[in-house]
């Protein structure tokens, strides 16, 4: 489980203050041939799973805490699991 704090746009506000809770799977390097010489297997990409998208700070008629995941675009949750997977990736 990863947790992080940025700024989206949101609610025709921009630079919005969400703390955002989300499951990381790391990927795995798969293999071009096994040891045996059979052929390998694919790489696997990394898995991102977006939890939680909650207002960091009250936000007009929005209160701290509050969970807005459902209410945001797909590209906005799209961006969100790239800036996951680059912190999980990061290693800070």
Do not use: H
């Not at 909650?54 to 790239?82: M, R, V």
């Amino acid at each position: 489980m990863i947790t992080l704090k940025t700024e989206i746009a949101f609610d025709g506000n921009e630079d919005v203050a969400v703390v955002v809770t989300a499951n990381y799977l790391a990927g795995s390097p798969g293999a071009r041939t096994l040891s045996n010489g059979d052929p390998g297997y694919p790489p696997d990409p990394p898995e991102v799973e977006i939890c939680q998208v909650a207002l960091a700070d009250a936000l007009a008629s929005w209160d701290k805490g509050k969970d807005i995941t459902s209410l945001l675009p797909p590209k906005t949750i799209e961006a969100l699991e790239d800036l996951v997977a680059e912190e999980a990736e990061s290693g800070d």
